[in-house]
């Protein structure tokens, strides 16, 4: 007996609807195997229901449509589908039609992973409430981070969310000066990371999710963060009680008259913000936090259709009180027509509650003008505003606010955010199907291996036809696995010289009937740190030099490894200076953050790299022991693409006499055997739900052994020379092959497979 038990919208009460004579079809499809970022649920073919009370009760006469009922077609469903008391599906029901002359209803299931990216829709990364992370600015907030025992103000976390990696945003950090007081790390130059887990959790719990993983909970994820604050103008002070105002109406000033400027337009999408809600839009002021020196930034678009000599201030009055000096802008207007005006004030002293505004005043005795909120010209927009680009070193002791709409989440979407995850370690997502809204995610491979062997040679229907295909038409011709370029020092350094991005790995797939380029979506560009000429300091330099001076760069969000506090050499250390006491303490450790997650002070062959290839390094032989082989393709890729790719890569169609059991508990990691054969299920088609029907299988033939039709050598290590160890099938050592080296994305000469450019 089928069932299908739906659940109403409010109160989630189920109902079990009348099928009448109506069969169920089922598509049940794993991740498509020709776009790893893609993930497919399982969905129902269109149901048919006919007007019955039941029915009718549950979709609120929907044909009645002067009727006001409970039920919206616009809103899904929870439904569950049972053959004989094996739930077979689970999803949700949407309405897709009522035909009134055949009086009935045609609606479809769907299963629950297809709806993520509809949870999450057109929402930013910083939309997200992150605020049970905020914290005070404080060199010992810095330093606790670096223990994983950040101290919040808000709810309770772990204390490893936040972390402080040491980072030159322009600050000119200098590994002869950083021992001197002059040289010192200050907090206030330090922008904060986040973990990724705690953001991957922030973005699929908020989605209404939970997640179940044994990888997302490893070392090899738990201990990866992303850097924060890339877009700002200033450094970490200026995440704290930073705004950017605008305007949303025009704003005469009439002649010899002052006003407070109309500053009332803090919305994100046109990249205004409010750090800290400081700033009243209401009574257009702002309300200092902290004592100390500040400056204001400003663009005002001016119209005038009469005298071209109109002269124009703009003051700020503290309290009420004009301030002198404090004019931001001091502008004559010396032409007929739209004139865009910018200013910057000299730093102004306040003290704690100060109430800051600004007022725009006309010193012409006979003509006034127009401050228009936006205008275009030549194709492009110029918006009038003021912004907070200074704000004092005392502002240590604030707080770094993980609010919606802040500025140090990245303003990317979230579901972008997913897929660069999902998509790097080549993640699958299973709904769980015992847990509501539980989603069950590991590396492909490492789901594969995990599941449970059953034999389905018994169930072939034999007296239909078993279809063996090459996998050619899910082949690409090439792999492409990169992060994004950078305008930061090292990157765009290692781009020119180089021709290709710090942290990317390509190579063509062998064979000829491939088409197109399997490559991977992402925001991320690669985190490239660079050792100090005189001691062993690793920090990345996200800034670019200008006329000799560094200065910072908006930079797309990094990933990085975590590794721990690590000693610097002896009689080596730096100065990190407490700007609230002015103490400065002098520190012989440092946070270690670096594409490398390491045990000790060198890489191992034992330890992990974040790149999707190990390879050429900055630095290299003050960092590398011997070169680690657990890089992002060997862990998560290549395993993978073996099945795709192999000589003896195979699909099979063939159809099976499947009992509603098997559907009950089968899942896309079971290894099929049929026959002679392991299988992986890739698509289950049309299963008709309590008929006595074969069903159509697509299968995908599990490959175990060399990666290659051309390889049949595994490699094992890499050594600090540059050269490579590779061992048979046998697990004896064997000298590489230049097409073995190939495939690998390394270089063949003189007999030698070498990892490093170069020989050296």
Excluded at 84 to 107: C, H, M, P, R, W
Excluded at 331 to 353: P, R
Excluded at 732 to 747: I, M, R, V
Aim: net charge negative; with cysteine; proline share 3%.
């Amino acid at each position: 007996m089928v069932q299908l038990v739906a659940y109403t919208q409010v109160g989630g009460n189920p109902t079990y609807l009348d099928l009448g004579n109506v069969s169920i079809k089922a598509t049940y499809s794993s991740k498509e195997i020709q776009d790893v970022t893609k993930q497919k649920s399982d969905f129902t073919h269109n149901i048919t229901l006919p007007f019955s009370q039941i029915n009718n009760d549950f979709f609120s006469h929907y044909y009645e449509v002067n009727v006001d009922g409970s039920y919206r077609a616009d809103i899904k469903a929870a439904c569950s589908i049972y053959v004989d008391s094996n739930l077979t599906f689970e999803g949700y029901i949407q309405l897709l039609k009522v035909d009134t002359l055949k009086e009935n209803y045609t609606a479809i299931c769907f299963g629950d992973v297809a709806n993520l990216a509809t949870e999450l829709g057109e929402a930013k990364l910083n939309d997200l409430d992150l605020s049970k992370y905020n914290h005070i600015l404080s060199q010992a907030n810095v330093e606790n981070s670096w223990d994983g025992e950040t101290e919040y103000t808000g709810a309770l976390a772990d204390g490893d969310e936040i972390l402080y990696p040491i980072i030159d945003n322009g600050a000119g950090y200098s590994g002869v000066t950083l021992n001197t007081e002059d040289g010192a790390i200050k907090p206030r130059d330090l922008r904060p990371s986040i973990k990724v887990k705690a953001l991957l959790d922030g973005v699929i719990n908020n989605a209404g999710y939970t997640l179940n993983s044994t990888f997302l909970n490893s070392d090899a994820f738990t201990k990866q963060y992303m850097t924060l604050g890339s877009e700002l103008e200033g450094s970490i002070t200026n995440f704290v009680d930073g705004f950017k105002i605008g305007m949303t109406a025009d704003q005469a000033v009439l002649a010899s008259t002052s006003t407070f400027i109309n500053l009332d337009d803090e919305s994100s999408s046109i990249g205004y913000y409010n750090t800290s809600n400081n700033f009243n839009t209401s009574t257009k002021s702002f309300t200092v936090e902290n004592a100390g020196g500040y400056s204001f930034k400003m663009q005002l678009v001016v119209n005038t259709v009469t005298d071209p000599t109109l002269g124009l201030y703009v003051y700020t009055y503290v309290n009420g009180v004009q301030m002198i000096p404090g004019a931001v802008l001091n502008k004559q207007v010396t032409s007929i027509g739209i004139s865009v005006l910018t200013g910057e004030d000299v730093l102004l002293e306040l003290n704690e509650s100060d109430l800051v505004e600004f007022k725009a005043y006309s010193y012409n005795s006979s003509y006034g003008f127009t401050i228009k909120n936006n205008t275009v010209i030549n194709g492009v927009t110029y918006d009038s505003f003021i912004q907070l680009v200074s704000i004092p070193e005392a502002v240590e002791g604030g707080t770094v606010g993980f609010e919606a709409g802040n500025n140090l989440l990245p303003k990317d979407k979230q579901i972008e955010f997913i897929k660069s995850i999902f998509s790097r370690y080549n993640l699958i997502a299973e709904v769980d199907k015992t847990i509501p809204k539980q989603l069950n995610i590991e590396p492909i491979q490492a789901y594969r291996d995990a599941g449970a062997s059953k034999d389905w040679t018994d169930k072939l229907d034999v007296s239909k036809s078993m279809v063996i295909e090459p996998t050619n038409r899910f082949r690409k011709d090439e792999l492409n696995l990169t992060d994004k370029e950078d305008e930061d020092k090292v990157n765009k350094w290692w781009q020119t010289k180089n021709s290709k991005v710090y942290n990317s790995y390509k190579f063509p797939f062998y064979g000829d009937f491939g088409s197109g380029t399997l490559e991977v979506p992402s925001i991320f560009s690669s985190f490239a740190p660079e050792k100090f000429s005189n001691n062993r300091m690793f920090i990345a330099k996200h800034f670019e030099y200008n006329d000799s001076v560094a200065e910072a760069v908006k930079v797309k969000p990094k990933l990085f490894y975590y590794s721990g506090k690590k000693q610097l050499p002896p009689a080596s250390n730096y100065k990190m200076l407490n700007s609230i006491n002015g103490v400065y303490t002098t520190k012989v450790e440092y946070p270690f953050c670096h594409h490398y997650l390491m045990a000790g002070t060198l890489v191992t062959s034992t330890d992990t790299d974040l790149r999707f290839r190990s390879g050429s390094v900055l630095n290299e032989s003050d960092l590398v022991e011997s070169q680690t082989i657990n890089d992002t393709y060997s862990l998560y890729w290549s395993k993978y693409l073996n099945n795709i790719y192999n000589k003896d890569a195979r699909m099979q169609t063939a159809y099976f006499n499947l009992t509603a059991k098997d559907i009950s508990e089968f899942k896309y990691n079971d290894k099929i055997f049929v026959k002679d054969s392991y299988w992986f299920i890739n698509k289950i088609s049309s299963y008709a739900m309590g008929m006595d029907n074969s069903t159509k299988v697509e299968l995908i033939k599990i490959i175990e052994g060399a990666s290659s039709e051309s390889c049949n050598l595994t490699r094992t290590t890499s050594n600090l020379d540059g050269t490579t160890n590779w061992i048979d099938s046998e697990g004896t050592a064997a000298t590489p092959t230049a097409k073995c080296c190939d495939l690998e994305g390394l270089t063949f000469t003189n007999n030698e497979c070498w990892w490093k450019t170069g020989r050296g």
